[in-house]
């Protein structure tokens, strides 16, 4: 389909007197390419306000541990600031202020997001604005000195960009089954590999607390502050107390989640796990041990409602009958999904007051109540989602199992109080849950973990990141482990849907006059879309009609 577009590109940046070359540094074998920037250092008897703005632009100057913008400080401020603990990126000139105050001075810009110490990108809303104040005084020899400055950087969306690359840390599902996807950004220099493994062995990001899975202990650290690469393989060397009394599985799932991390990378094929620089011993496979993959794929075949009411399957241009399934057009039956193994269907009756199961042994039963909600999504481990648009004074959703009874369990996510969820949908890994919420008219798309017992059932949703989106929104899917697809649906407006990447990207795709619906699968590399009249397929830059007639189209999930 499209590709997808820099959320952070082409925006207003400071002047920038100092060059910018690109060089690949060294560090040992490991080589990182990256952009140097090369600001000014402060000129002599330079007023407060120069002092300020070369402050604010030599952020970029990342070689030397900063040193050109500690230049612009004072000794002791230079020794206790630390510009790695947050960056953020500014959207327009930013505007210096003097403060009443002798040698205070406040900076006010526009920003886009900012990364954490931890190196997640939090977007913000457009025409976002922040704040920060330096003080300055003057030293003996009468230059001014920032003596004052919150810790962290500034740069413009260019500089950003140049210095900074995202990358996958992964961790897995509680049951070891999937690979789950961190994104974290990384700024483009030497050690940059060692950096990336150590992230992977501090943990997931904080949204992702409780949510994943991983086999390194608390405390896990490398030996030595570098990885090098030889002849594409990566010797993580391992402290003793991070491989101390493991057992051959955990050995095993550590090996894997360095190896599923460290061969994203284009100078990495292999790794090799050591403790003082000698390989470790995995010992034989355990039983329980998973290979697991970076992709999920749902498969080609989706879940549909036929022009005379009744769950069918869709696949291509074809309309194919469900073999076993009961007869359901009694319900006019709207927003199915299903099961991976295409045997369990979920639905909502036409009032949608009512989630329904059904099954190609033929059971159909009523297993929630509700008013006006969503349409469902149904995880792997066999929870079916749904939330009640009504119900917007409330901070939980609701989820439901079909088995030998119907088990109902009321989610608690605090973060949704007095927000009306519009749509939610599980990851392919079901460890997290895109969900949009707002009112209707303004609505925001969120992505939070899954948090489950030890049983793997559902049992709260943690705190969200908050992704941003250029296009209207009432519904989501994944389109990948790490892709989102948008839009804000319509019988009679012009509809433009839009990929979102977990790593700021953003890609709008063709719009569609009077688009009802859209689907996409996570692996399945395609979208589809529905008007009142036909079902298209995306391709390349246009879209295709289908013969097979049909709606509500989904993949399973």
């Known amino acids: 389909m499209s590709v997808l577009a820099l959320l952070l590109a082409g925006c207003t940046s400071l002047p920038q007197a100092g060059p910018v070359t690109r060089s690949d540094e060294q560090g040992g074998s490991e080589s990182t390419a990256s952009y140097i920037f090369n600001p000014p250092a402060p000129t002599q008897g330079a007023t407060p306000e120069a002092i300020v703005t070369g402050f604010i632009n030599a952020g970029s100057g990342i070689q030397d541990d900063f040193a050109t913008a500690r230049e612009y400080m004072t000794p002791e401020a230079a020794e206790s600031w630390d510009p790695e603990l947050r960056t953020v990126i500014y959207s327009s000139q930013p505007a210096v202020v003097a403060s009443d105050a002798e040698g205070e001075y406040t900076v006010q810009f526009e920003i886009q997001g900012v990364v954490d110490d931890a190196g997640v990108l939090s977007q913000t809303s457009e025409n976002s604005t922040e704040a920060i104040t330096l003080r300055l005084v003057e030293n003996e020899a009468g230059e001014w000195r920032v003596a004052e400055a919150p810790d962290g950087i500034i740069l413009d969306s260019s500089q950003f960009n140049a210095l900074y690359a995202s990358h996958r840390l992964f961790f897995y599902d509680p049951s070891y089954s999937y690979a789950v996807p961190d994104v974290r950004w990384f700024l483009n220099r030497s050690g940059q590999t060692a950096e990336i493994v150590q992230s992977l062995m501090d943990g997931p990001a904080a949204y992702l607390d409780g949510a994943v899975a991983t086999a390194f202990p608390d405390g896990a650290a490398l030996s030595r502050a570098s990885v090098p690469v030889s002849s594409g393989v990566a010797e993580v060397d391992l402290n003793a107390s991070t491989l101390g009394g493991t057992e051959p599985l955990a050995r095993q799932r550590m090996q894997q989640q360095l190896e599923l991390t460290l061969t994203e990378l284009a100078r990495v094929s292999d790794v090799e796990m050591t403790m003082g620089q000698n390989p470790v011993d995995l010992g034989e496979e355990a039983e329980e041990f998973e ?184 519904d989501v899917v994944w389109y990948s482990t790490e892709e989102l697809l948008v839009a804000a649906t319509s019988a009679t407006q012009r509809v433009v849907p839009e990929l979102i990447g977990l790593n700021g990207t953003q890609a709008s795709l063709n719009p569609l006059l009077g688009m009802t619906g859209f689907s996409a699968g996570a692996g399945s590399n395609v979208i589809y879309a529905e008007t009142e009249e036909e079902v298209v397929l995306g391709v390349g830059s246009w879209w295709r009609p289908q013969s097979g007639v049909a709606r509500d189209l989904s993949f399973p999930g």
Request: hydrophobic share 40%; charged share 20%; glycine share 8%.
């Open 291 to 474: 290979t697991v993959s970076t992709s999920a794929s749902v498969g080609s075949l989706q879940v549909a409602i036929s022009e005379n009411n009744q769950l069918v399957y869709y696949e291509g241009a074809a309309v194919l009958p469900i073999a076993g399934a009961p007869d359901a057009a009694f319900l006019e039956p709207v927003d199915p999904t299903m099961s991976l193994d295409h045997s369990q269907l979920v639905f909502l009756n036409g009032e949608r007051d009512g989630m329904y199961w059904a099954t190609t042994q033929g059971q159909l039963d009523r297993v929630h109540d509700g008013e006006n909600l969503t349409a469902p999504s149904l995880d792997h481990t066999g929870w079916a989602w749904t939330a009640d648009r009504n119900q917007d004074d409330e901070s939980t959703v609701t989820v439901a199992r079909f088995g030998e009874e119907i088990e109902t369990r009321t989610i608690d996510a605090a973060w949704l109080d007095q927000r009306r969820v519009e749509a939610l949908r599980i990851s392919p890994d079901g460890a997290r849950v895109a969900v949009v919420v707002g009112d209707g008219d303004s609505n925001e798309l969120f992505v939070a973990g899954v948090i489950r017992d030890e049983s793997g059932n559902p049992v709260s949703i943690g705190n969200p990141i908050s992704l941003e989106t250029t296009v209207p929104l009432n």
